[in-house]
């Protein structure tokens, strides 16, 4: 099951600069879609998500983008902190309560200070 | 702030026993789901729960799988006779408004 696809495993940045992250999905069914943030040992953290009725969608350091055409999303966090470090996960869903979420590989962020 | 909690943390079995993963949803949820993560693996969903009966299930959850809502705040997801494959992180989320999931810390099951 490839419908959502973070094609780069790891990812380093130095703190204060940006972290992009990127996520491609195959079904054009998804019109909603989310980022969490993971730790060793803990549950999924919901950070962000953006509906396909938008491009961008910004909640302080955290933002978003969409790309419907392209079927890509990508989270930009400005300025990246050491408290950043960790798995962040790419979801995408039906906007609909109850719908299943259908996670990526996830990018393991480190951010250097 | 409210959250989703899961016990317990760790659960050691042996293949063939049946266990219980319990799961505290946030008060006013109304949807609930299970997820698990086998080591280096997505997260995959498992299913979906809403009004007393399963939305949806995915293939994985076979007739081994059950869930149940026994009273007004725990949630479970039975496995009736553990595989060595079911060894893995077992999350439990749900989810209220609008539609972003919330999960639990997980439960780490370890079938020898």
């Known amino acids: 099951d490839q419908q959502v696809k973070q094609n780069s495993p790891s990812l380093s940045v130095q703190e204060g600069r940006i972290s992009i992250l990127n996520c491609d999905y195959t079904?054009?069914?998804?019109?909603?879609f989310l980022w969490y943030k993971k730790y060793p040992a803990e549950g999924p953290t919901f950070l962000i998500s953006?509906?396909?009725?938008?491009d961008k969608n910004e909640d302080g350091r955290f933002t978003v983008f969409l790309n419907k055409s392209a079927k890509h999303l990508s989270l930009h966090i400005v300025p990246s902190q050491p408290g950043d470090s960790a798995v962040y996960f790419c979801a995408a869903s039906l906007m609909e309560y109850g719908n299943k979420l259908v996670f990526g590989a996830g990018t393991i962020l480190r951010v250097k200070s | 702030e409210p959250e989703v909690t899961q016990t317990p943390s760790h659960q050691v079995t042996q293949m063939g026993q049946e266990v219980i993963l319990r799961c505290v949803p946030i008060s006013n949820h109304l949807y609930f789901y299970w997820y698990r993560q086998i080591l280096g693996q997505k997260v995959e969903f498992l299913v979906s729960?809403?009004?007393?009966?399963?939305?949806?299930k995915s293939e994985i959850f076979d007739d081994q799988f059950s869930v149940e809502r026994p009273d007004g705040s725990n949630f479970t997801l039975k496995i009736r006779s553990t595989k060595l494959e079911d060894s893995a992180m077992y999350f439990c989320a749900s989810t209220g408004a609008p539609y972003e999931q919330y999960f639990g810390p997980g439960t780490r099951l370890t079938v020898t």
């Open positions: 729960f809403y009004n007393n009966e399963i939305s949806e």
């Open positions: 079904n054009s069914m998804f019109d909603y």
């Open positions: 953006i509906s396909s009725i938008k």
